[in-house]
């Protein structure tokens, strides 16, 4: 056995976590530029680079932006593939339909961690309740609909952020407790 440890590869969550760390952002560039330019985010980030030879301020906050809607997108996709995957499951029709969301709303616990909300069953035999506790991420196909979810579960002290992800144009509006709460509080009852 060897006690040297091996250096993990890096991952968008590992990317993210060390972008908040107290360095200038050309040499956090430069320490990470290889994976950048060949890991398995460059088709993206590779453009974002091309830029700074061009002069162009903030590229580390449009790095670490491109990695973290490409981290809610893949959580998204797989929400989506496990929805679809328990919807096949239970055999209900209407939900076997493709259908492609306008709209995803995934919430957060902390910059970069998915919240999760306990969904409650119970067993009519023995009367027990189950609790199973799943990601915050919800497709819709209308933007009203996503909103108000995303200000729901907010309100709920699920998590301390929401981003709202128009897949039709791909772009993204976060969404912050304190403005959720003053949306629902605000809000007439009837429209929520």
């Given at each position: 056995?060897?006690?040297?440890?091996?250096p993990?590869?890096?991952?968008?969550?590992?990317f993210?976590?060390?972008?908040?760390?107290?360095?200038s952002?050309?040499?956090f560039?430069e320490?990470?530029?290889?994976?950048?330019?060949?890991?398995?985010?460059?088709?993206i980030?590779?453009?974002?680079l091309?830029?700074?030879g061009?002069?162009v301020?903030?590229?580390?906050?449009?790095?670490?932006?491109?990695?973290?809607?490409?981290?809610?997108?893949?959580d998204?996709?797989?929400?989506?593939?496990?929805?679809?995957?328990?919807?096949?499951?239970?055999?209900?029709?209407?939900?076997?339909?493709?259908?492609?969301?306008?709209?995803?709303?995934?919430?957060?616990?902390?910059?970069?961690?998915?919240a999760?909300?306990?969904?409650?069953?119970?067993?009519?035999?023995?009367?027990?309740?189950?609790?199973?506790?799943?990601?915050?991420?919800?497709?819709?196909?209308?933007?009203?609909?996503a909103?108000?979810?995303?200000?729901?579960?907010?309100?709920?002290?699920?998590?301390?952020?929401?981003?709202?992800?128009?897949?039709?144009?791909?772009?993204v509006?976060t969404?912050?407790?304190?403005?959720?709460?003053?949306?629902?509080?605000?809000?007439?009852?009837?429209?929520?």
């Amino acid at each position: 056995m060897s006690d040297e440890k091996k250096p993990r590869p890096m991952t968008p969550k590992m990317f993210l976590k060390k972008a908040e760390a107290k360095i200038s952002a050309s040499a956090f560039i430069e320490a990470h530029r290889e994976w950048l330019l060949s890991g398995e985010l460059a088709p993206i980030t590779a453009p974002i680079l091309a830029r700074i030879g061009e002069g162009v301020i903030g590229c580390k906050q449009q790095l670490v932006k491109a990695v973290f809607a490409h981290m809610v997108e893949e959580d998204s996709k797989k929400a989506s593939a496990k929805n679809k995957a328990v919807a096949k499951s239970t055999n209900d029709d209407s939900s076997e339909e493709e259908t492609t969301a306008a709209y995803t709303v995934a919430v957060f616990a902390d910059e970069a961690t998915l919240a999760t909300y306990p969904k409650y069953s119970s067993d009519e035999a023995t009367g027990e309740v189950s609790v199973e506790w799943k990601p915050a991420v919800r497709n819709f196909k209308d933007a009203g609909q996503a909103s108000r979810w995303a200000n729901k579960v907010l309100f709920e002290q699920v998590g301390i952020f929401a981003k709202i992800i128009d897949n039709r144009v791909k772009t993204v509006e976060t969404v912050k407790r304190p403005v959720a709460i003053q949306e629902v509080l605000i809000t007439p009852k009837g429209l929520r």
